[in-house]
C-alpha cells in the first residue's frame, strides 16, 4: 500500500464470492462522505468506483449496492434513532473490473482476489484519469504513438482517440474511443426507436471531421440509409471543414450526379436468385441457363460462339414444333428463335401459321434436316454467367429459351414448375421502385462505379480521395429493394478492396442503418446465399479493411454469425426482454447492474464496451449538430390548431 493509502482507508473486505465483494465501511463514516486531504469525497453513488490495493497494483472495483444495517439502541427515542445513525453498519457491494498497475496503466478484467479483511480506498482523480485515458488526442504523423505532442504543435499531427461524450458517473471526464480499435473493427450501435442511435454516429463523425488541419481525408463512410437521416446531420460538414466532401445517392434524385443506378449484369447468380426468389431444386438450373445465354446472345459474334448459340435454337426450335401450343403462338416462338440465330429465314416460306404445319412433307422434311444441321450430336453446354453486359429486355427472352432448351431434353413439366420464377421477372419488369436496375449504359464497368462510390477519382494513373461521406437514401425503398441493393454494394466493395495492393491500406466502414431489415436472423426466403456477404465481411473484412457499423433496434433479429464478430457495442435504452436477453449473452463481462439500467436510461445516453474503451462505461453522447432527421413528431403541437388551418405538408 502507498504511503497515502492509509488515509485514504474507507473500509474492508469482509466476504469474497467468484463475481463480487462486500466491504463493511469504518464506523462514523456518516453519509457516505470521507474527507480527503485534496477535497470531500462522495464514495457511494451505484456506478461509482473503489480501490483495493493489493500486492503492486489497485484492483479496481464498480460499486452495484449500497446498504446499511443498524445498530441495537437502547431506547426507541425517534430523535436518539436519528442523532446515532452514524452508528450504523454500511455495506458495499462491488464487482472487480480491472487494475491499475504500479507505472499507473489501466487493464480491464481481473485475474487474482485480495484476501478477506483486505482494505479498501476510496478513488483519486489520478485514478481516475488512468482508467479514463485522459491524455491529448494528437500525435506526431511519423510518430510512434507514445511521444505526445500537443495540439498548438506546428508539425501535422493525427487524432489517436476521439471524445464520444461525458461520463453520466463522473461528468468531468470524455468517454473516448481507440479510432484504430474502434474503426478499425466491427461495431454495433443498439437502442430502441428514438433512444438515439443515429445521433450518436452522426455526432460522432461530426467531432471526428472538426479536426480540418490534416483532417481524416482518408476515411470512407458508406451509409445504407434507409430512413433518410443523414443528408441533414452532415450538410454543413464542409463549411465547417473544407477538406471534407459529401457525395449523396437517391434512387429518386432526378439529377443524373446524384441518381442512383445499379447495373442489373453486375449481379451475381445468387443475388438474381434472391431477387427473382428462386427456389432451389428447379427454378436454379433455369436461372443459371438464362444468365448464361444472356452471356452468349450479348457477346460478340465470334464463330465459336455462334455454333454454341445456334445448337440452343435449334434445339429450342425443334421443341417449340413439336409442340401442342396453338398454331399462332407456336409460329410466333418459332420466328422468334429463328431470327435470333444464323438460320435463313426461307425455311419458314412454307410454314402455315393458321394451322402450325407444312403443306407437305418434303417441305416440312427440309424444314426439319435444316434446323437439325445445325445442332452438334456431341451436345454444348450452355456458356457460365460472367457478368458481362446484356439488355435487360433480353433476359425475359433468355428465361424463355432456357425452359425452351430444357424441354427439349424431355423436361416437359419444367414450364409450370418455372411458372412463379418468369412472373416475379415480369412484375419487376414492370416495377417502377426496381427502375434502377434497367440501366442499360454499356459502357458502365465495375471498377468505376466503385470507385465513384466510395469516394475515389482516377486521375491518370493515380487515384485521389474525393469525398469521404458516401450517402445512399434508400428512404423510398421497400424491403427487398433495400435487401439487393445492400447486397450488391457490399460484395462489390468487398470485392474491389480484396484485389487492392497494397493490401489493408484503404479502410471502409459501411454503415448499416435499421440493419434487421436485410440481415436478419428470421430468414423467410429459402435460398439466401446472396445475404451471406454480410457474414463473410464480419470474419474476413479486418484482413482487408472494410469494417461493419450495425445499427439495429433489435438485436435478437441480427444474425448471430455478424453480431458475434463485433468488438465494439453502444447499446442505449433497449426494453424489450428478448433483446435485453440477447445483449446479455453477447456480453458476460458487464455487470448486470448495468444491463438491468438499459430499460430506463433517458435518451442520448448509452452504455459503451469492447475493446475500443478502457472498461464498459455509460456516457452522455455528445449533441450532434445539425441533427439527423429522426425527431420525435411533437403530437400537442401538431394536434392543438386553430380550425380551418393550413396543413403545410406536401405528399410526393
Not at 461528468?171 to 466491427?186: L, R
Not at 442511435?197 to 470512407?220: D, F, P, R
Not at 417441305?363 to 453486359?389: L, Q, V, W
Request: net charge negative; glycine share 4%.
Amino acid at each position: 500500500m502507498g504511503k497515502d493509502d492509509k488515509y485514504r482507508v474507507i473500509g474492508k473486505v469482509v466476504a469474497i464470492t467468484s463475481d463480487r465483494f462486500t466491504i463493511e465501511l469504518l464506523s462514523g463514516i456518516e453519509n457516505f462522505n470521507v474527507n480527503g486531504f485534496d477535497d470531500i469525497h462522495y464514495f457511494a453513488q451505484v456506478g461509482s468506483y473503489i480501490i483495493l490495493p493489493y500486492q503492486n497494483y489497485h484492483i479496481v472495483t464498480e460499486i452495484v449496492s449500497v446498504k446499511e444495517r443498524d445498530t441495537i439502541l437502547p431506547n426507541n427515542n425517534p430523535t436518539e434513532q436519528i442523532l446515532n445513525k452514524s452508528k450504523s453498519i454500511k455495506y458495499l457491494e462491488v464487482t472487480p473490473i480491472g487494475t491499475i498497475s504500479i507505472d499507473n496503466k489501466f487493464s480491464f478484467g481481473v485475474s487474482v482476489y485480495p484476501p478477506l479483511y483486505s482494505d479498501v480506498l476510496y478513488i483519486k482523480q489520478q485514478e481516475l484519469d488512468c482508467i479514463f485515458n485522459i491524455e491529448n488526442v494528437e500525435v506526431l504523423v511519423n510518430d510512434d504513438y507514445k511521444n505526445v505532442k500537443d495540439k498548438t504543435h506546428g508539425n501535422n499531427t493525427r487524432l489517436q482517440s476521439l471524445s464520444i461524450g461525458k461520463s453520466t458517473v463522473f461528468e468531468d471526464y470524455d468517454i473516448k474511443v481507440d479510432i484504430d480499435k474502434f474503426f478499425g473493427s466491427h461495431s454495433a450501435i443498439l437502442g430502441n426507436t428514438g433512444s438515439g442511435k443515429s445521433c450518436t454516429i452522426s455526432s460522432m463523425l461530426q467531432i471526428l471531421y472538426k479536426k480540418n488541419s490534416y483532417a481524416a481525408v482518408g476515411s470512407t463512410f458508406l451509409f445504407l440509409d434507409v430512413n433518410g437521416e443523414y443528408m441533414n446531420a452532415f450538410s454543413v460538414l464542409n463549411e465547417t471543414n473544407s477538406d471534407i466532401q459529401i457525395k449523396y445517392f437517391s434512387i429518386d434524385s432526378d439529377e443524373l450526379e446524384s441518381k442512383f443506378f445499379l447495373p442489373h449484369w453486375f449481379l451475381s447468380f445468387e443475388e438474381w436468385a434472391l431477387l427473382l426468389n428462386a427456389s432451389e431444386k428447379t427454378q436454379l438450373p433455369i436461372l443459371r441457363n438464362a444468365l448464361g445465354l444472356a452471356t452468349l446472345f450479348a457477346s460478340d459474334n465470334s464463330e465459336c460462339n455462334k455454333k454454341v448459340k445456334n445448337h440452343i435454337l435449334a434445339a429450342c426450335i425443334l421443341t417449340c414444333y413439336e409442340s401442342s401450343d396453338s398454331p399462332v403462338t407456336k409460329y410466333q416462338r418459332i420466328k422468334s428463335l429463328v431470327s435470333k440465330g444464323g438460320f435463313n429465314n426461307d425455311i419458314l416460306t412454307n410454314y402455315d401459321a393458321r394451322f402450325g404445319n407444312f403443306p407437305n412433307q418434303d417441305a416440312e422434311k427440309n424444314f426439319i434436316s435444316t434446323i437439325k444441321n445445325h445442332i452438334d450430336i456431341n451436345g454444348f453446354e450452355i456458356p457460365t454467367y460472367n457478368n458481362t453486359f446484356f439488355s435487360f429486355d433480353l433476359f425475359e427472352e433468355c428465361l424463355d429459351i432456357a425452359i425452351l432448351f430444357e424441354e427439349a431434353h424431355g423436361n416437359k413439366q419444367i414450364r409450370d414448375y418455372c411458372s412463379s420464377l418468369l412472373t416475379r421477372f415480369k412484375s419487376l419488369r414492370d416495377r417502377k421502385d426496381f427502375d434502377f436496375l434497367k440501366n442499360n449504359a454499356k459502357d458502365t464497368n465495375v471498377d468505376s462505379y466503385i470507385l465513384n462510390l466510395t469516394g475515389l477519382k482516377r486521375e491518370k494513373d493515380s487515384l485521389c480521395k474525393e469525398s469521404q461521406i458516401i450517402i445512399l437514401d434508400l428512404n423510398s425503398c421497400e424491403d427487398e429493394v433495400v435487401e439487393i441493393i445492400s447486397c450488391v454494394i457490399s460484395r462489390l466493395s468487398f470485392e474491389k478492396l480484396k484485389t487492392a495492393e497494397p493490401r489493408n491500406h484503404f479502410p471502409i466502414n459501411l454503415v448499416l442503418e435499421e440493419a434487421h431489415r436485410y440481415i436478419s436472423l428470421i430468414q423467410e426466403r429459402t435460398f439466401l446465399k446472396a445475404n451471406h456477404i454480410f457474414e463473410r465481411i464480419a470474419k474476413e473484412g479486418r484482413k482487408y479493411g472494410m469494417f461493419l457499423m450495425i445499427s439495429s433496434q433489435r438485436p435478437s433479429e441480427l444474425s448471430k454469425t455478424v453480431l458475434s464478430q463485433c468488438s465494439n457495442f453502444i447499446v442505449h435504452r433497449i426494453q424489450n426482454p428478448e433483446d435485453l436477453s440477447h445483449i446479455r449473452q453477447i456480453t458476460p463481462h458487464v455487470s448486470e447492474t448495468v444491463l438491468k439500467r438499459l430499460p430506463s436510461i433517458p435518451t442520448q445516453q448509452a452504455l459503451i464496451f469492447g475493446q475500443a474503451v478502457n472498461l464498459p462505461s455509460m456516457f452522455k453522447v455528445h449533441t450532434a449538430n445539425p441533427l439527423p432527421k429522426s425527431d420525435n413528431n411533437k403530437v400537442s403541437r401538431n394536434w392543438f390548431i386553430a380550425k380551418d388551418s393550413e396543413i403545410s405538408i406536401k405528399f410526393q
